[in-house]
Each structure stands twice: as C-alpha cells, then as structure tokens.
C-alpha cells in the first residue's frame, strides 16, 4: 500500500507539470551546455582575437590596418625577409634564452632542493624571497636592473638582459620543481641508499628521472618567457636589440607596420608549433613511464 | 655465538624527548623477531637507526657481529621494507627488484638469476615489466620485499609493511611472510602496533612502550606471563586483579590473597624476589575464565554479576562486575548452555596452572 501511494504522487507532480512549457532535465542540460559553449566562445575571442586579425591583415595588400581588405599579398613576408636587423635581432633573442634556461634550471632546481628537503633557520623567508620575482611588475625588475647595473658600471647589453632573465624566471621553475619535489615521496630516497646508492647515484637514478617531465616543462616556460619578454629587456640591453625590442622600434614607423604584423605572425606561430610538439614528446615520455603529464601542472 | 644483529644500550634523543631508551637487543640468524608497540614508542626509531637512517645518540650497534653503528645506509647489510612501499615509479618491477644488485656491481646473468629467484619466491615473476602504478597493493607489498630480499642482508627490516592492506588480504600475507622467511632464512625484524600481527608472525617478540622494552620473549611467554601491566594489557585482553602475595619461598611468590579475603594459588610471577606482602595484580585471560552458576567447592572462586554477554558465535563474551566493581571479561566457548543472563550472580574460576602475577 505504502508503495504504491508514493508512485502516484510522483505521477502526479509530473503530469501536473505537463501542461505549461516544462523543462526537462535533458532540456536544462543542453541550455547550459549551450550557455557554457558561448562563454567559452567569448573568451577565446577576447584572447586570442587580436592575434587572429594581426595575422589576417598581415597578408593585406595595404599599408592601412584596417577594412575593406585590398587583396591578399605575401610581400609583408617577402619584406621582412630582407630586413637585417630583423634576423640580429632573432638571433639575440635566441642566444639569451638559450643560455638563460639551463642557468634558470640549475638555479630552480638548487633552490626547490633546498626550499623541499632541508630545515633551516628562515626557510619560509627564504621561499618567499625567491617568489618575490614572481609578483613583482617586471617594469619595475627591469628599471631596477637598468639603475643597479648603471650605478655599479657594467655595460648593458645581452649579459645584463639574460641576468635580468634569470631573476625573473628561475622562481617559476622554482615553483614548479618545489610542488612535484615535495610530491614525491620521501622514502623513495632513503630506498635508493637502503639498495646501496649513495646520494649520487640516486640523484641520478631516481631523483632526477622523477623530476624530468617537471625540468623539461621548466624549459619550455623559462624559454619562451625569455623570448618573448620586452619590459626587462627594454631597460637592460643598452645598445643591443633582442627581437621584441625590434618589434618594438619598428612599429613606430607606421609604414612598417604590416611587416611587422608579417614577422609577429610567423614567430608567433613556430612558438605555438614548438611549445605543441614539445608538450606532446613530453606527454608521451611521460607515459611510456607511466606518469600522468597533468601531475606537472595541476594537483 | 655471534648475532645477526646487536643492540647494546641504544639511545635516541630528539632535543630534550628521549624516543628510544637504553635498548638492548640480540637477534640471532634466522629469527623472525617482532617490535611491538603503540604509536610513538620508539620502535620505528630503533628500526631506522638499525638501518642507518638515524644515528644513535648512545650506545653500539652490532651486524653478524661487526660494529655498525656508522656505517651509512648505503653500504649496510641491512634492508627495509618501507610501509609506503617505495617502489620507484618509473622502474619496472624487474629494474626495482634489480636496483640492489646492480648498485652492488653483479654481473648481469647473475643479477638476471637472482632477480627472477626472489620474484618466484613472492610469486610475482609474471609481472617482471609491470610498472609498479599497475599492480595492486598486495602485489607491490610483494615486490616491496622481493627488492630488500634480492640483496641478501644480515637483518631484513619491515616497518608496519601490511599496515596499507586490507584485513583479509593482511591475514594471507603473515602467513605468507612467515613462510618466506623461513625459506630464504634471513633474520626478520618486524615492526607493528598490532599484537595478533607480531603472534601470528613472530619467534619472538620484544613490547615496547615510551621507548623502552618492557619484554622480550617467544608470544606464549609475553602472553601468558606478561612481565608488566603495560605487557598485560597491550597483548590480548587481559582481566588485572588486585592481591597481595601471603606466601613466597625463595622469593618465587606461591599464594595470594585478594581484597575480599580469598585466596589462591599462584602459578607464576614476573618477579623472583617477592616477600609476604608484595603487592600486584593476578593476570586472568577471559578464556581462561570459567563461569558457574553455584559457588564450587573444590577451588576460589570470585563471585560476580553479568552485566551482558555477547553470543559472538563460537563464543560468548561475557561482561561481569565484582562486588567492589571490577569489571572482567570472560569468553566461554558455546558447547554448555550459558550459565545465566544479565543481572544473575555467577562465580568464576580460572585455569590454576595460568594463574600468573604482575608484581609493581
């Protein structure tokens, strides 16, 4: 009896609801899903919107940014490929990250060794300290730079840019080696000395390989922050041109312009080309090992 | 006779909190030995400074009778088996399991011989390329200890290793550790908290308690002539009541009196230097306890109200009180009809020959 009276009432309340325009579960699912689907659309356009019409008037047969578009023309790209400060000032670029991300690898690595394994007296202090970088504005690290290497006489040019590089990027890979070292198990360790490994040899055959993804992840984010980075750059390279900075000074000759719009467009896409197959040699790595590669990232 | 492994006066301090207390300890070869305790006793901290992971404060450590007390982890004849595992995550089971040997420099058929021995042994040898992520927990457990095994050492060492499995599962491993042990014969030290674990397992085993061994003895000698009220209460369930010994020859206590005027034999005692006077506790295990429903004549008997009894299956846990309010837990197998229910007066007797007194 008790059963069968809260059948109707649920029958009840359902057909009671049929006559007006009822949403069904399924209904509210898809509006959300449609709502979530539009927001998404919206952000993606406010990000990378920019980007996409940088890129489509670079191939504008015009001097002008701006519509109706006058036909399509490579000549942007053919321009800047004959354009010699164009590829000094790549080449720069390239040098200092390259010489910046191991510099940036080494110092991270030491410093999350010491930030994870070790107690000292102002260990927090000392975290801190090393994070300031992170949330300081990078106009203010680069002024820094430019008045601390100014006042102790050292000519600037790319040496000061990649120091200034350095301060500014190894906390990142601090951070990021700090989260999977103190994720890792510790016994792990001392496992490797119980079997007979000193702390070399387990440095070697089980730190390090467990720390690899997140070092290799390091790099890709250390390289292209150097890359791409202009504020610290701008103050720190004295007479010297990284390729942001070209950038820069080109865009104000107005005629120049689409050149410009031609060269962002393919750096920016070897960037994107080389962070994608870098980031999926690394998932695979990864999982030939059985690791996760969201291990590095989230969690 | 040289030992496995030695411990004389060892010492542990961490700042002004003493964790291990003056433990001396001889393990012969071949030994299945247990450390048991509650949480914080010391007994991980003894294991860790016999594997070189804490440095005594006082005191020397002997491996196969050989001084060992600074000899760093890595080049110790000893090897643990981690409560958390340990296995490295990026290695197989076979590159695990061979971790050991290779650092010790054998060749590699001999490394390839001794690998797949000790996989055998833990029944693992078809999960060789498995990567530690895809096993269950029973099976790293295994490989766990093929790892510590492979090497050969003086002493294995295991801290709480089945503390991570569940209970059935647990079981089948004690079992099963006390058979490896037998077969490979390398002396096991055996850290847990849980009595019946250290039982099953051990020849012997030593309670700790507040950094300090309370007893050290095979598992019917803890249990049934505990040395301290500590050892009486941690192993088994235990019913203490007050006496006073009234006869004690040569010191070896033989009679005893409680509160109420009656007396009893004593079977034996932790002490051989007790006098007429000597106060302590009489240790009766509830299976020992023998309820009736009519004062005996022939023997002392304590009489006692039921406050509850529990059918528990093949046993009946009854919970009584004394008239001056002791409580005591007896356990009757249900072969007899139960001798009464709440709220009946019934008298106990015990099994004379385990009457064993704890002496303060």
Redesign the interface.
């Known amino acids: 009896m008790e059963t069968v009276r809260v059948d109707v009432g649920v029958r009840e309340r359902s057909t009671g609801a049929a006559p007006g325009p009822a949403l069904t579960i399924t209904a509210r699912r898809r509006i959300t899903l449609a709502l979530q689907a539009a927001f998404l659309l919206f952000v993606a356009f406010v990000l990378f919107g920019p980007v996409v019409i940088l890129a489509i008037f670079s191939f504008n047969d015009s001097i002008v940014l701006g519509f109706p578009f006058k036909g399509l023309t490579l000549s942007w790209y053919a321009q800047a490929w004959g354009e010699p400060n164009l590829w000094g000032s790549l080449a720069a670029s390239l040098k200092v990250a390259v010489v910046v991300t191991p510099v940036c690898l080494i110092l991270g690595l030491a410093s999350a060794f010491a930030l994870t394994r070790f107690r000292f007296r102002f260990r927090g202090a000392v975290g801190g300290f090393v994070a300031l970088p992170l949330v300081i504005p990078w106009l203010i690290i680069g002024v820094g730079g430019l008045l601390f290497f100014s006042s102790a006489g050292v000519r600037l040019g790319l040496p000061t840019v990649g120091i200034m590089h350095v301060v500014i990027a190894f906390p990142l890979v601090t951070a990021l080696l700090s989260a999977q070292l103190f994720r890792l198990d510790p016994h792990l360790h001392e496992a490797a000395l119980d079997l007979g490994a000193d702390e070399r040899t387990t440095l070697r055959l089980v730190v390090l390989p467990l720390l690899l993804p997140t070092l290799a992840a390091s790099a890709i984010f250390v390289f292209s922050w150097s890359f791409n980075n202009f504020i610290v750059s701008f103050f720190t390279a004295g007479f010297d041109n990284t390729f942001p900075i070209w950038v820069f000074s080109t865009l104000r000759r107005a005629r120049d312009l689409p050149m410009v719009n031609a060269i962002s467009t393919l750096i920016s896409a070897a960037q994107v080309l080389v962070v994608v197959v870098a980031w999926q040699l690394l998932r695979r790595a990864m999982e030939r090992r059985g690791q996760d590669i969201r291990d590095i990232v989230a969690g | 006779m040289s030992y496995a492994l030695e411990l004389r006066g060892v010492t542990k301090r961490f700042g002004d909190v003493t964790a291990v207390d003056a433990v001396d300890l001889a393990i012969p070869h071949g030994e299945f030995f247990s450390l048991l305790g509650p949480s914080g006793c010391g007994k991980t901290t003894t294991l860790r400074m016999i ?3 804490e440095e005594p404060t006082e005191g020397e450590l002997l491996l196969d009778g050989r001084p060992g007390t600074t000899i ?4 110790r004849n ?3 088996v ?1 409560q ?1 595992y ?5 290695m197989s089971v076979y590159d695990n399991v061979a ?2 040997p290779r ?2 420099g054998v060749p590699r058929d001999e490394e390839r011989r001794r690998v797949n021995a000790v996989l055998r042994t833990v029944r693992m040898e078809a999960y060789a390329d498995r ?4 096993l269950s927990g029973g099976q790293r457990q295994r490989v766990a200890l093929a ?2 095994l492979v ?1 050969e050492p003086a002493v294995l060492l295991l801290d709480e290793p089945l503390g991570a499995l569940d209970l059935k599962l647990r079981k089948e491993m004690q079992i099963e550790l006390k058979h490896i042990q037998r077969e490979v014969g390398i002396s096991f030290v055996y850290v847990t908290h849980d009595q019946e674990e250290a039982m099953t397992m051990s020849d012997r085993i030593a309670v700790m308690n507040e950094g300090r061994i309370e007893q050290i003895g095979p598992p019917e000698e803890v249990y049934h002539r505990p040395a301290t009220r500590f050892v009486a209460e941690f192993i088994g369930a235990a019913n203490l009541l007050e006496v006073e010994v009234i006869a004690a020859p040569g010191g070896k206590p033989t009679r005893a009196r409680f509160p109420s005027g009656l007396e009893t034999a004593v079977a034996s005692a932790n002490r051989t230097d007790a006098t007429v006077g000597s106060r302590g506790v009489l240790v009766l295990r509830p299976e020992h306890l023998v309820l009736h429903a009519a004062p005996p004549t022939d023997e002392p008997a304590v009489e006692t109200t039921i406050v509850e009894t529990i059918f528990q299956g093949s046993v009946v846990r009854f919970e009584l009180t004394t008239p001056d309010g002791t409580h005591i837990t007896a356990l009757e197998t249900t072969r007899r009809p139960a001798p009464g229910g709440p709220g009946d007066t019934v008298w106990i007797t015990w099994a004379q020959e385990r009457a064993h007194v704890v002496l303060d």
């Open positions: 594997a070189g992971f760093p982890p890595f080049r000893t090897n643990l981690f958390s340990a296995l490295f995550p990026h971790f050991g650092r010790a990567l530690p992520r895809a790892r510590a090497n």
